[in-house]
């Protein structure tokens, strides 16, 4: 069946430039993960949706980070004026329900993001 | 707070040799711990998990046990393949968190 995708699968954009990010989860995940990976470190968590629950945001940088979903399906992150700083590939999750030892996540490939 | 650290890379090998990537962990209270592989190209994928202390977790040849004492969660595999080279996560996590803590990641290279 088919697993988490997320487009564009690269992004080049200039400083100051709007970004938008997409990730489709597995059908019937109620959980979903944002997550950012600079180069040469591990994966830093941004955000996270379960159903209709309001979103756990603690891991957005700054308020030029936002992230929508609506209900169990489709998410998108969008980065207002971006900076180099942001150059990173971002990463999606999904799992059956909140993340624990029992509901396994599983990733999407990614979105290279770099910012000149 | 809670944090990972493993062994950075890259690990280079010749085909059936042993492997050990090393991980260090610090937590409150009772992590899970987990062993995430990303082969090139593709999303991360879990491999192995242990819940609680003692705990081994294995698959695909690889081991891993949760050893509380030394803070520690090592990836082992006795013979690596070629078709093993990827990069290997180590992460922890408790029930019910929102959030996993991942390690920076281990390149494996492996040499036919």
Redesign the interface.
């Known amino acids: 069946g088919a697993g988490v995708s997320q487009s564009p699968s690269n992004k080049v954009t200039e400083k100051g430039k709007d970004v938008e990010l997409r990730c489709d989860p597995i059908s019937g995940h109620t959980a979903l993960y944002w997550y950012r990976q600079r180069l040469g470190q591990g994966l830093e968590f941004l955000i996270y949706f379960q159903g209709n629950s309001a979103p756990d945001k603690s891991g957005l940088p700054s308020d030029r980070f936002s992230a929508e979903r609506t209900g169990e399906s489709v998410s998108t992150l969008t980065i207002q004026r971006t900076q180099q700083e942001d150059s990173a590939v971002y990463l999606c999750a999904s799992s059956l329900d909140r993340a624990s030892s029992y509901n396994e996540q599983f990733f999407g490939p990614g979105t290279r993001l770099t910012v000149l | 707070g809670n944090s990972?650290t493993q062994m950075e890379g890259p690990v280079t090998l010749s085909e059936e040799a042993f492997l050990t990537i090393n991980c260090t962990y610090t937590a409150t209270g009772y992590p899970?711990l987990f062993w995430?592989v990303?082969y090139p190209?593709?999303?991360?994928?879990?491999l192995l998990?242990a819940?609680k202390a003692d705990d081994k977790g294995s698959n695909k040849g690889f081991e891993a046990t949760y050893r509380k004492e030394t803070t520690s969660f090592h990836l082992e595999k006795g013979s690596v393949q070629v078709s093993d080279s990827a990069v290997y996560?180590c992460?922890l996590?408790?029930?019910?968190?929102?959030?996993?803590?991942?390690?920076?990641?281990t390149k494996l290279n492996v040499k036919p």
């Open positions: 990972v899970s995430y990303q190209g593709e999303g991360l994928q879990l998990k819940t996560f992460a996590g408790r029930n019910n968190f929102n959030k996993f803590y991942f390690g920076s990641g």
